[in-house]
Structure formats: C-alpha cells, structure tokens
C-alpha cells in the first residue's frame, strides 16, 4: 500500500539547500532568500492523483497523476517531471534546462516528511517539513 502524504506540511529544517540551489545555477541573493523562507506544502492525494500547493513567498500548485507526464515551472524554466513509487517513496525524474533533477518525498519513523533534491552535479539537498 502506498503513502499517504495528505495533509498541511510546515517546513522545519534544511540540510545543503543553499549549495543545492548554487548547483542549479540561482544567483547570490535568490539564494539567501530562499534559505530563510519556511514553505509549507499543502498536499491532497486520492489514490495515485495529486494535488500539491506550496505557500511560500510565491505560492505555487501542481497536479498530477503517477506514471504520467506532467509540464513545471522551477526557476530555471519549464521541465518535464514523471512522478512514480518507488517503495514508500513519491519518486520524481525531471527533465530540466540544466540537466536531469531527482526529487523523492518520503514519510520517515519519526512522521516528518523529508524532500529530497538531487542536481545534475549530484549535489544533494534535504528539506525535512512537519505536519501541522
């Protein structure tokens, strides 16, 4: 049985974002103000649809279905992202102006959930959220 991330997700704490968002080519000050905003991720999921609003200093939404294609918008432009399970884990591969982007969302033990990135470069980024 798969996850279920439902729910109003407050971020509480970032491991090498700041050296991620620099690999994905975001400049100086995009990047100091992204480090000290705390999104929070407003996920609904019916079965394998999901609908996912993320509140931050520009709120943005993206729905989708896992196993089908889906166009984004990130800083750099627009991407192609296929969303699948991987074990208990939301599992995106995302086509991208600068190259291909790995992000996995996954419920640990201690009920967080933690965002994973991946830049073409292999530099790696946790975003850990609480449920509110």
């Known amino acids: 049985m798969a996850v279920n991330f439902t729910g109003n997700w407050k971020h509480v ?3 090498n974002f700041e050296e991620y968002l620099s690999a994905m080519g975001v400049n100086f000050a ?3 103000i992204a480090a000290k905003t705390s999104p929070v991720n407003e996920i609904e999921q ?3 649809s999901f609908k996912i609003k993320t509140i931050s200093a520009k709120t943005k939404e993206v729905s989708f279905k896992i196993g ?3 166009e984004d918008e990130m800083p750099m432009g627009k991407v192609k992202v ?3 399970w991987d074990g208990g884990k939301l599992h ?3 086509d991208s102006p600068k ?3 790995v992000t996995e969302r996954e419920i640990r033990s201690d009920g967080r959930m933690y965002l994973v990135m991946k830049a073409a470069d292999g530099t790696t980024c946790t975003r850990i959220f ?3």
């Open 92 to 94: 995106f591969d995302i």
């Open 68 to 70: 089908e294609e889906f």
């Open 30 to 32: 995009m990047r100091k």
């Open 130 to 132: 609480a449920k509110q």
């Open 13 to 15: 704490e970032s491991e």
């Open 99 to 101: 190259g291909k982007l």
């Open 46 to 48: 019916d079965g394998d």
């Open 82 to 84: 296929k969303a699948t």
